[in-house]
């Protein structure tokens, strides 16, 4: 079955620190991958998204995550937490489906950011 | 903006009741989902729907129904609401058949049903 694993449901880090988010995928197709985040009372917001074009991909707010294929690996980093970047982080991936396609989100991890 | 609309923020309901989560998004996205969001679960997908009048089953489709008459509008339907579909749900939009468009959610309508 295909699946989106995001390894730890809690980090949290100081501010100014180096922020990793795991999420690992199993497919058999070509992964089309995602992080979301959340606010508290919203919605999920696109952090960014894998499209093949390039390994490395930035996204919102110094936010980046690396593809790795040999590893089926897509971790969300950035370099410096700010208190802002407190919040829900999702994983996801989107899988062709029946008469279109769905996409599939891994448990999430909450990252805490200390002063 | 591209924004997608859920009727409701809050809503309690009793058991055996039924219940209409409206959903509504002013992008002509073609495709519409619906999710529930527990603690621990991260998003699980329970409809969606590709096209007006087309409904697919998610991954937890038991005990909900979707209608969508319209391509803005795709609304939840508990048809007798128990106490264990008390969550966050989730709506959210996507442009066409393209399996790198990202999904764009509203704000969510926490239910709880007594």
């Known amino acids: 079955a295909q699946s989106v694993t995001q390894l730890g449901s809690h980090v949290s880090v100081s501010e100014g620190a180096l922020v990793l988010l795991r999420c690992n995928y199993s497919?058999?197709?070509?992964?089309?991958l995602f992080w979301y985040v959340q606010y508290p009372n919203q919605g999920l917001q696109l952090l960014l998204k894998?499209?093949?074009?390039?390994?490395l991909v930035k996204g919102i707010n110094g936010f980046e995550a690396e593809f790795k294929k040999s590893e089926t690996s897509f971790h969300l980093t950035k370099p410096s937490a700010h208190m802002s970047d407190a919040a829900e982080y999702f994983c996801?991936?989107?899988?062709?489906?029946?008469?279109?396609?769905?996409?599939?989100f891994g448990a999430g991890t909450r990252l805490f950011v200390k002063a | 903006d591209v924004k997608v609309t859920q009727s409701s923020r809050y809503l309690v309901k009793r058991t055996g009741e039924k219940v209409f989560l409206e959903c509504v998004q002013d992008?002509?996205?073609?495709?519409m989902f619906w999710y529930r969001q527990d603690p621990g679960l991260g998003l699980r997908l329970i409809y969606f729907?590709?096209?007006?009048?087309?409904?697919e089953k998610g991954d937890i489709p038991e005990g909900y129904s979707v209608s969508r008459e319209k391509k803005e509008r795709f609304s939840l339907i508990l048809e007798s609401a128990s106490t264990n579909q008390t969550s966050m749900y989730l709506c959210?939009?996507?442009?066409?058949?393209?399996?790198?468009?990202?999904?764009?959610f509203g704000n969510g309508t926490r239910l709880t049903v007594t």
């Open positions: 959210a939009s996507s442009l066409g058949r393209s399996y790198n468009s990202p999904l764009h």
């Open positions: 497919s058999s197709v070509p992964p089309y």
């Open positions: 894998y499209t093949s074009a390039a390994t």
């Open positions: 996801a991936v989107t899988l062709p489906n029946t008469g279109g396609f769905k996409t599939i």
């Open positions: 992008m002509d996205h073609e495709n």
């Open positions: 729907s590709y096209d007006v009048k087309m409904k």
